[in-house]
């Protein structure tokens, strides 16, 4: 497999996601593989909104993405060596299927058992997982990492 994030970029990565709060690294992964995610995705029995699809990780192209030592370096560089993937969501932003999304952050995790822990928000649910709003310290414990492929009209 190609090396696909050289050290130096990585460390310039992170050292600007630590300052900024975000990172653009550009290059991670190849056509095949994203195909590859794509194409499990279509075929698979997810349930699918016109926005996309909730609970990707399920899927063996995604966890495998999800898990690959690059982004695990990143994410454990920029928020502690227990950084895990524990959430994945598929957006269908295409030129035929887009729509405008204000900047938020979304803030309530799943959770595997429900616990009285002060200081956490209410309980809700999404998609059928509990969820809850942890403490503001635990927020800045997440890093989101957004995969956009961009399509070329021929």
Same mark, same amino acid.
């Given at each position: ?12 990565? *992170?050292?600007? %996601? ?5 990172? %653009? @690294?550009?290059? *991670? ?7 590859? #995610? ?10 699918? !909104?016109? +926005?996309? $699809?909730?609970? *990707?990780?399920?899927? $063996?192209? *995604?966890?495998?993405? +999800? ?5 695990? #370096? %990143?994410?454990?560089? @920029?928020?502690?060596?227990? +950084? %895990?993937?524990?959430? #994945? ?7 035929? !299927?887009?729509?405008? @999304?204000?900047?938020?952050?979304? &803030? $309530?995790?799943?959770? $595997?058992?429900?616990?009285? &822990? ?8 999404? #998609?059928?997982? !509990?969820?809850? &709003? ?5 927020? !800045? ?6 995969? &956009?492929?961009? @399509?070329?009209?021929?």
């Amino acid at each position: 497999m190609q090396d696909l994030l050289p050290i130096s970029e990585s460390q310039n990565s *992170v050292r600007f %996601i630590r300052e900024r709060g975000y990172g %653009i @690294v550009s290059s *991670v992964f190849s056509p095949a593989e994203l195909s590859l #995610a794509l194409s499990e995705l279509s075929s698979t029995g997810l349930k699918r !909104s016109r +926005a996309g $699809a909730r609970h *990707v990780l399920s899927l $063996a192209s *995604v966890s495998e993405i +999800a898990r690959r030592g690059e982004l695990l #370096a %990143i994410a454990r560089a @920029v928020v502690g060596p227990d +950084a %895990i993937p524990f959430r #994945a969501t598929f957006f269908d932003k295409s030129p035929n !299927s887009n729509w405008l @999304v204000a900047w938020h952050q979304d &803030t $309530a995790l799943p959770l $595997a058992f429900r616990s009285l &822990t002060p200081g956490w928000g209410r309980w809700s649910s999404k #998609a059928g997982l !509990s969820t809850r &709003t942890p403490p503001l310290r635990h927020c !800045s414990k997440c890093l989101c990492f957004a995969f &956009t492929s961009i @399509v070329r009209p021929r």
